[in-house]
């Protein structure tokens, strides 16, 4: 039976890839946005890999417990299960400041939308 190896490197590097554009879009985003305050690339970089992790292992249990409000609100309600775990990374990652929660909504609305972008681009 044949089988297909799977080239570990080749992950590796898309899973970098995917990092570094992401980090790219969350210091894009928190520049053009006044309500959201970056250090610097780092942060950025930081506060990425911080925001996958929590999409990860916390995300997916609070899309299932509000999946109620969310059949109701006809998927809306995912915008604010996302500004509320960006601030909860706004707490986790120093140099990362979110003035409110509409920032927060606003935030992640944004980045979603350049990061749609650049992995347009170079995805």
């Known amino acids: ?9 080749q992950n590796n590097n ?3 890839w995917a990092w570094l ?7 894009a985003t928190a520049s053009l946005l006044e309500g959201v305050e970056i250090k610097n690339f780092w942060s950025a970089v930081f506060v990425a890999a911080v925001l996958a992790i929590i999409n990860i292992l916390i995300k997916p249990v609070l899309l299932f417990l509000s999946l109620p409000v969310t059949i109701l609100t006809l998927g809306l309600f995912v915008l604010v299960i996302n500004a509320i775990l960006i601030m909860l990374v706004d ?7 979110v003035e409110s929660f509409s920032w927060a ?4 609305v944004v980045m979603s939308l350049i990061s749609w972008a650049l992995f347009k681009l170079f995805g």
């Open 14 to 16: 898309t899973m970098i």
């Open 91 to 97: 707490k986790l990652v120093e140099g990362f400041k």
């Open 105 to 108: 909504l606003i935030f992640g």
């Open 21 to 27: 554009l992401n980090s790219v879009s969350v210091y």
């Open 1 to 9: 039976m044949p089988y297909s190896k799977i080239n570990i490197n």
